[in-house]
């Protein structure tokens, strides 16, 4: 067992509804054996998150099929010995793919996410959802129907808040038109190595490569709206290119992490970590490592306030520039 962690909380849009700054994604679950997988929990736990994300199309296991990452979470779950009271549990739905893992549709139609929630609940052995996000924008996305499902999903006490992963604002308030809910969160891609959200925002009436406005303004919007933005794969460079830890492709990124880790005694994903709740967005951070070890390092992140010239040096170092 590993010592007990603190853990800074983030409020969740405009609630009162405090979760851990850092949350577990259990996306990569479905490769772990039931004991693995309760280890990485505890290991979650003793770190002080408090927050579960998955999505139904996590995991496709040869003999328990697509979803099999939630089938282990909840097979760990029970394991483990905790308390649903001990983690607030959040999934997606909206996504299809093959067996090689290509997405072949999307789809968030009032049938399908009615039927993906029973899914989850049956596979993650649990009553309710404390969140539930439309995996990607549908462009065959009808809101009403969308509300319906999101009504009906209130009124049989499946899922108690909403949200959306990966909607630009214009996406967001089209959704936020028809539903009755509050749109709680926006989960996207962040971190170190992937900054566009910040890089148009620095480069504003410039012609850079860095200027083009590829999301819509979603910080400033997501802050002006009180939306939680989480961020996925934040120790990735391009879109599951690899990590940028440790990697001779980020040398100089890798000396400037390496000089605070001396600071602040803690690793240079923790760093990585604490760089992204040091924006006043005030984010949370998804983790998708299954390690024990490196949960803990990585939550360590938490309690981390880096200066403002550190985040600077650090966003220097990723190869950016300031006009």
Do not use: C
């Not at 962690?5 to 039931?34: D, E, F």
């Not at 999505?55 to 905790?82: C, M, T, V, W």
């Not at 308390?83 to 893992?101: C, E, P, T, V």
């Not at 108690?160 to 996406?171: E, K, L, W």
């Amino acid at each position: 067992m590993f010592k007990e962690q603190k853990m800074k909380t983030v409020r969740i849009g405009n609630t009162n509804w405090q979760a851990s700054n850092v949350a577990l994604g259990i996306m990569r679950m479905g490769t772990l054996t039931v004991s693995q997988a309760t280890d990485a929990l505890l290991a979650a736990h003793d770190a002080g998150i408090n927050f579960i994300d998955s999505a139904d199309i996590y995991g496709n296991d040869p003999q328990l099929g697509r979803g099999s990452s939630e089938i282990h979470f909840g097979q760990a779950f029970k394991q483990s010995g905790l308390s649903r009271d001990d983690f607030y549990i959040q999934s997606k739905a909206g996504l299809f793919a093959d067996n090689n893992n290509q997405i072949t549709r999307y789809d968030s139609s009032k049938d399908h996410l009615l039927a993906a929630v029973d899914g989850i609940l049956q596979r993650m052995g649990v009553d309710y959802l404390d969140s539930f996000l439309i995996h990607r924008p549908d462009p065959l996305m009808d809101p009403a129907e969308i509300a319906a499902a999101f009504d009906q999903l209130v009124a049989a006490g499946k899922v108690r808040h909403f949200g959306v992963s990966n909607f630009n604002p214009q996406q967001i308030a089209l959704l936020q038109s028809a539903v009755n809910q509050r749109l709680l969160v926006d989960q996207v891609q962040f971190g170190i190595a992937h900054t566009g959200m910040i890089d148009f925002g620095l480069h504003t009436n410039m012609t850079d490569e860095r200027s083009i406005n590829h999301d819509g303004g979603l910080i400033e919007y997501a802050r002006r709206k009180e939306m939680t933005i989480q961020t996925w794969s934040p120790f990735q460079y391009g879109t599951f290119a690899g990590t940028f830890i440790n990697n001779e492709k980020f040398a100089k990124l890798n000396d400037v992490l390496a000089t605070l880790t001396a600071k602040y005694r803690v690793s240079k994903n923790a760093i990585a970590v604490a760089w992204i709740l040091r924006h006043p967005a005030h984010m949370q951070v998804l983790l998708g490592t299954m390690t024990p070890a490196h949960i803990m390092d990585s939550a360590a992140g938490s309690d981390i306030t880096l200066t403002k010239q550190e985040w600077y040096d650090i966003y220097f170092a990723a190869g950016n520039d300031l006009p």
